[in-house]
């Protein structure tokens, strides 16, 4: 029986009576599914998979800090980068042999966390010079590779979180290593453009299998660009003008084109900031504290009152 015969069947029945409408809808009840489309089942199964990923992670560790003296370096290097990479494999394997099954991206997971600091240790132990930040650098970048290859081959989220976790840690480490005398200043606005990187990739990929992920880079990413902004507004008579376009700017784009009620929300928070800023340094000494807590008060609101009539007009239906 296909699916119309399936609901033609039901629709004779509900019109002869011999199934009410309260029948019906208990039985949908029975393993109705969340908003991301997963059981309640299912969900409690991820969790004990994660919560059990998390011991295995944590005894892991503990036993490798105990033996740690005692295993020298081939044991060293076997226990962490070998032991992350026959986990990484295990869960490969896992994920082709059960892709509807999250099995794999337990094993995967503990990988995740083992991999980079074992590649980390295998630096270590070999006595490589530390002199420069080149070493460490080039071992994050073939960990990222690693995991980028990985991503594109499985496609699972798990997997493009650590490679957006490494990839992340090797663009800091390549400034580090082009720049050894970077100030802080370049270290803001490196941030500022893996922060919009963020919120680029979760607006291009926000309906493929990347989808559990916007989420993470819609609130990272906003957050990395107007935090390392904001510092910049002290320093930076440019930024401290740029500012409140970017922050106004970030509040358009969060309605029209992300449409992300979390996006806003930071957005949102940046202007708020800006302002109380802009208050405390151009007003506070010539209209006095009071009276400039008291506009300060009428600025939040307003803004307040702006970002939830958006909230509410145009995101109301995205979630």
């Known amino acids: 029986m296909n699916n119309e015969e399936l609901l033609a069947e039901l629709r004779t029945r509900l019109n002869n009576g011999e199934i009410s409408h309260?029948?019906?809808?208990?039985a949908l009840k029975?393993?109705?599914?969340?908003?991301?489309?997963?059981?309640?089942?299912?969900?409690?199964?991820?969790?004990?998979f994660i919560i059990g990923a998390i011991f295995i992670t944590l005894g892991v560790i503990y036993l490798v800090s105990q033996l740690?003296?005692?295993?020298?370096?081939?044991?060293?290097?076997?226990?962490?980068?070998?032991?992350?990479?026959?986990?990484?494999?295990?869960?490969s394997w896992f994920l082709i042999q059960e892709p509807e099954r999250d099995i794999g991206n337990v094993f995967h997971g503990i990988g995740g966390f083992m991999v980079p600091g074992g590649a980390l240790?295998?630096?270590?132990?070999?006595?490589?010079?530390?002199?420069?930040?080149?070493?460490?650098?080039?071992?994050?970048?073939?960990?990222f590779c690693f995991y980028?290859?990985?991503t594109w081959y499985h496609r699972k989220v798990l997997l493009n979180f650590f490679c957006f976790a490494n990839g992340t840690a090797l663009a800091y480490l390549l400034l580090d290593s082009l720049v050894p005398t970077a100030d802080g200043d370049l270290y803001d606005y490196l941030t500022m453009c893996i922060g919009a990187s963020y919120i680029i990739y979760a607006h291009l990929f926000r309906e493929d299998w990347n989808a559990r992920l916007v989420p993470l880079l819609l609130f990272f990413g906003p957050i990395g660009f107007y935090g390392a902004g904001f510092a910049q507004i002290f320093d930076t008579i440019l930024m401290e003008m740029l500012y409140p376009f970017l922050a106004f700017g970030g509040m358009v784009l969060a309605v029209s084109l992300l449409r992300s009620r979390l996006a806003l929300?930071?957005?949102?928070?940046?202007?708020?900031?800006?302002?109380?800023?802009f208050t405390a340094e151009y007003f506070a000494d010539s209209i006095g504290w009071p009276v400039a807590l008291i506009l300060l008060g009428?600025?939040?609101?307003?803004?307040?009152?702006?970002?939830?009539n958006l909230n509410r007009k145009y995101?109301?239906?995205t979630g």
Not at 22 to 26: E, G, H, S, T
Not at 30 to 48: D, F, H, M, V, Y
Not at 265 to 275: D, E, F, P
Request: proline content about 2%; overall charge negative; hydrophobic content about 50%.
């Open 265 to 277: 929300s930071i957005s949102t928070l940046a202007v708020i900031a800006y302002i109380i800023y």
């Open 68 to 91: 740690w003296d005692d295993l020298g370096t081939f044991g060293r290097i076997t226990i962490t980068l070998g032991l992350g990479v026959v986990f990484s494999g295990v869960g």
């Open 298 to 308: 009428f600025a939040i609101i307003g803004i307040g009152y702006i970002s939830i």
């Open 121 to 143: 240790v295998t630096l270590d132990e070999m006595g490589t010079s530390f002199d420069t930040s080149w070493p460490v650098t080039l071992t994050i970048g073939m960990v």
């Open 315 to 317: 995101l109301k239906a």
């Open 22 to 26: 309260a029948q019906l809808q208990a």
């Open 30 to 48: 029975l393993e109705q599914p969340n908003s991301s489309g997963l059981s309640s089942a299912t969900l409690i199964t991820r969790l004990l």
């Open 148 to 150: 980028l290859l990985l």
